[in-house]
């Protein structure tokens, strides 16, 4: 019989609250640069997250393995604890493809008065908002058209 991977402390946070808080075997963050795998253990660590697939694995089988569709944020690793601070998550069984697609033509449309001249608007924070819906549609399976 295969030993366990230890566990270790591990949040997933929105500015709404924890979407996740408790021990894992690994979670995995969308980082800047790729994605980052983390286990019980690990040096400490600072990243800046992209828009993408956070997963969470509680044990060993495929079942155990909670996956969100995360915006945009930051990743710290120390002392045994995991810390994701993201600007949205959604756990992938609860998208609302009709919110995402919305939010997609929100932030296009937005996107687009800004190359117009017509908004000032943050152009990062709209694009990574475009990313995150795209990203939240292609994991519910959902074309973006």
Same mark, same amino acid.
């Given at each position: 019989?295969?030993?366990?991977?230890?566990?270790?402390?591990?949040?997933?946070?929105?500015?709404?609250?924890?979407?996740?808080?408790?021990?894992?075997?690994?979670?995995?963050?969308?980082?800047?640069?790729?994605?980052?795998?983390?286990?019980?253990?690990?040096?400490?660590?600072?990243?800046?997250?992209?828009?993408?697939?956070?997963?969470?694995?509680?044990?060993?089988?495929?079942?155990?393995?909670?996956?969100?569709?995360?915006?945009?944020?930051?990743?710290?690793?120390?002392?045994?604890?995991?810390?994701?601070?993201?600007?949205?998550?959604?756990?992938? #069984?609860?998208?609302?493809?009709?919110?995402?697609?919305?939010?997609?033509?929100?932030? #296009?449309?937005?996107?687009?008065?800004?190359?117009?001249?017509?908004?000032?608007?943050?152009?990062?924070?709209?694009?990574? #908002?475009?990313?995150?819906?795209?990203?939240?549609?292609?994991?519910?399976?959902?074309?973006?058209?």
């Amino acid at each position: 019989m295969a030993e366990a991977h230890p566990t270790f402390d591990v949040a997933l946070v929105t500015p709404d609250g924890a979407v996740f808080d408790g021990d894992a075997q690994m979670i995995v963050v969308p980082g800047a640069a790729g994605d980052i795998g983390v286990l019980a253990r690990h040096a400490p660590l600072v990243a800046t997250l992209r828009a993408g697939s956070t997963r969470i694995h509680l044990g060993p089988n495929e079942s155990d393995i909670l996956e969100f569709a995360t915006g945009p944020g930051f990743f710290k690793v120390e002392l045994d604890r995991a810390l994701a601070l993201v600007d949205d998550a959604v756990d992938v #069984r609860e998208i609302d493809d009709e919110r995402a697609l919305a939010q997609l033509e929100e932030a #296009r449309a937005e996107l687009e008065k800004v190359d117009a001249g017509e908004s000032t608007a943050d152009r990062w924070q709209l694009e990574q #908002r475009i990313v995150h819906a795209e990203n939240q549609l292609a994991v519910s399976g959902r074309t973006t058209g």
